[in-house]
């Protein structure tokens, strides 16, 4: 079945690591989007990409950054200088326009 | 962009309709109005999206008013996993539309028995 997976589920980081997270997807999509979510907050965007090699920068895309080699991955990484990493991440994708499908999130806690 | 107003909670009792309402006055003719919805934990899935017409599909039905100025998302039977924010959002087509975009904190809606 196509989807996106992300990985992992749980992440734990102490203050000052960089820690990626990883978005596949097998649908064939071109555009892939990251999301940050808050305890009892909307999502607010990050990045995205709309082609292999390009990206753009989202509303709060500080102290985050991401690559998009394959068509089929968008890695995210949380650097040092993120000052308040710690919330739920999701990656989705579509083949144009909005956002289609979301993959299940990775919650990162930094301690 | 077109703002978008959700009341911020709701209840609808399991197996009656659930009517999702939300105001989005300032839309443009060439926005599109979208509703996704999220359960506890989970990652948003995407429902049905319209530009003028009603929309119908599996999941929900899409009415939008004449003057394109307030819609509403019909889950005709509600379930309890249909328990979960729903989100109205509206936008132009296009990927690059979407940069930008900003989900609010939408109708958290809560089916019971």
């Known amino acids: 079945d196509g989807g996106i997976t992300q990985s992992p589920k749980y992440l734990f980081r102490k203050e000052g690591q960089n820690v990626t997270l990883s978005c596949e997807q097998n649908?064939?999509?071109?555009?892939m989007y990251w999301y940050r979510q808050d305890p009892g907050q909307g999502l607010r965007l990050i990045y995205y990409s709309q082609i292999v090699n390009d990206f753009q920068k989202g509303d709060i895309a500080e102290g985050y950054s991401v690559s998009r080699e394959k068509k089929e991955s968008f890695p995210l990484t949380v650097t040092s200088a993120q000052k308040n990493p710690t919330a739920f991440y999701l990656c989705a994708s579509s083949d144009s326009g909005a956002p289609r499908i979301f993959g299940p999130g990775t919650r990162l806690t930094v301690l | 962009d077109a703002k978008t107003t959700q009341p911020t909670s709701m209840d609808c009792a399991e197996g009656r309709a659930a009517n999702l309402p939300c105001n989005h006055s300032?839309?443009?003719?060439?926005?599109?109005v979208y509703w996704y919805r999220q359960i506890h934990s989970q990652g948003p899935q995407y429902i049905i999206h319209g530009l003028k017409n009603n929309e119908t599909n599996e999941m929900a039905s899409l009415i939008i008013t004449e003057d394109r100025k307030s819609s509403t998302l019909i889950l005709p039977h509600a379930t309890l996993r249909d328990t979960a924010v729903y989100y109205c959002?509206?936008?132009?087509?296009?990927?690059?539309?979407?940069?930008?975009?900003?989900f609010g904190a939408g109708t958290q809606v809560v089916v019971t028995p």
């Open positions: 959002i509206v936008r132009v087509a296009g990927t690059d539309s979407w940069g930008k975009l900003q």
């Open positions: 300032t839309i443009s003719g060439n926005e599109y």
């Open positions: 649908l064939n999509h071109d555009a």
